[in-house]
């Protein structure tokens, strides 16, 4: 009869056989956040322990955090393409900067519980989620695998918010509340249009042999989808200046100036009146 400590030691041979045999490249999701908490330190006062840091101090830190990501992007990368990656998104983090400031702006005007554009970028969630999504398509763009997936999930767990970095997304997005937003992959969304929670841009088909393929809705300029709206398929496109209302179940186009919602039935009855069984349905 095998002993305990016969069994763990095979066990243990084992898993060794495993990460020998495995992708050895992937960077700690806790390196991923350290990163992308340092990025938005430099690039927003707001976020950092340093807010009123002098030029060459900023200078300084952007170069640490650079040189932090060629350290994340070295495994994942070919050989030879860590340097030229890290280059170009170093080259893109003004107009990244930009955007996010845009974002944070629309935020700001779209909500009227927000007092300030400081109180949107130090503690909204949309905008962190928008933020953390933005470093992630960029770097999902210049071919980086696996980093992006880990950044949106950095900020999935943080926020409840679900984007993946491959969507496309415009300028001035705005996300109000947020917990429960889940955007697909190809989904495209264009600019000025407005989330609320739950929303959820996905697919009708979760079937491996659709990858590599729109599977996921383009949603318009100035378009506006309200709580637990859901919108579904490739093919799908709202047109620009829609209102799709909450709850909400679309899986077909929509042309630009619509408003789609839904009815329901609202039953008010005294308790001492007794319950019927459809009652407790859920």
Known sequence: MS??????HAFAALLAEERLAGDRGF?????????????LGILFGQLSEGAAGTADELQARLTLAV????HLVAPLAEPGEAGRIVDAFAAALPAIHDRLQQDAQAIAEGDPAAESLDEVIAAYPGFLAI???RIAHELCGLGVRILPR?????AHTRTGIDIHPGATIGRSFCIDHGTGI?????????NDV????GVTLGALSVAKSAAGTKRHPTIEDRVVLYANATVLGGDTVVGHDSVVGGNVFLTGSLPPDSVVYQTSQVRV????DGFEDSDFVI
């Open 3 to 8: 002993q305990p400590h016969d069994r763990v």
């Open 27 to 39: 960077p700690l999701k806790r390196d991923v956040a350290v990163f992308v908490d340092e990025l």
């Open 67 to 70: 040189h932090d990501l060629r």
């Open 131 to 133: 933020a953390i999504h």
């Open 150 to 154: 880990l950044l949106a999930e950095v």
């Open 182 to 190: 889940v955007i697909g992959e190809t989904a495209v969304i264009g």
């Open 194 to 197: 407005k989330l609320y929670q």
């Open 269 to 272: 009855r005294r308790v001492r």
